[in-house]
């Protein structure tokens, strides 16, 4: 007990917020989600594998849409992602009845890492568990961010969060080129994943959506995902 810090508002003598670590833990500990910006779109995937045959896949669901051309992926704690989706959402719907156009996925990203940050310097609540990849299309073209528990927000290329993320992100950094194309992004996510995917893989096990020129985000069905293995073999 003598090394840990249940103060989340106060700094330790190091200038830390010892419970803003103890979150990215968590984060780290949860199923592995990347995603990649393409010349054309964005992708974004994730493990969705359980622990349980008995468990319906099709009620588990790790992305989820926020506008018609802007979804999340979280790695870390699922309770906490639908807290910052329903926000998310509700935002969104705001921007749209004030200003009749869907909200543009920077400030979609602005208002979900203030609600992270303001969770570390309240009273009587802890900070999320949880980390984001946000994916969107917009005037400024196909756009990705990473969103953590602190409240910081960064636009990548590409990137990993979860379990075995450092892994990950040397695979993407390999991989990688600024002109890939929508389609090579979605084998490359699906080559990634298969890296440190521990047991079989396959189209029940795992989740992908993408948002293209179209500026319509939507997540693949398990043939659409079965297609893109084979091509990935």
């Known amino acids: 007990m003598g090394d840990m810090n249940f103060s989340l508002t106060t700094f330790n003598k190091s200038g830390k917020l010892l419970q803003i670590e103890y979150a990215l833990n968590r984060v780290q500990q949860g199923k592995m989600a990347l995603g990649i910006k393409a010349r054309n779109g964005v992708v974004i ?5 359980v622990n349980s045959v008995l468990v319906d896949l099709d009620d588990y669901q790790k992305i989820q849409n926020i506008t018609p051309s802007t979804g999340f992926v979280y790695a870390g704690m699922g309770p906490d992602f639908r807290v910052q989706v329903r926000n998310a959402r509700k935002e969104a719907q705001k921007y749209y009845l004030t200003y009749r156009e869907v909200q543009p996925v920077s400030q979609i ?3 979900s890492a203030l609600l ?3 969770y570390t ?3 009587g609540v802890r900070a999320f568990g949880v980390s984001l990849l946000v994916a969107g299309y917009d005037d400024d073209g196909p756009q990705l961010y990473q969103v953590d528990p602190s409240g910081a927000a960064f636009g990548w290329k590409a990137t990993a969060i979860g379990k075995n993320y450092v892994n990950a992100k040397n695979f993407l950094e390999r991989r990688y080129s600024d002109d890939v194309e929508l389609d090579d992004a979605v084998h490359i996510a699906l080559l990634t994943l298969r890296e440190s995917y ?10 992908v ?3 293209g020129e179209d500026r319509i985000f939507r997540v693949l069905t398990p043939a659409e995902v079965k297609d893109y293995l084979e091509e990935a073999n």
């Open 45 to 49: 995937a994730s493990d969705k594998k």
């Open 121 to 123: 310097q309240s009273g």
């Open 116 to 118: 992270m940050q303001e």
């Open 198 to 207: 521990e047991g079989e893989m396959n189209e029940h096990n795992i989740e």
């Open 109 to 111: 990203v602005k208002e």
């Open 209 to 211: 959506g993408i948002v």
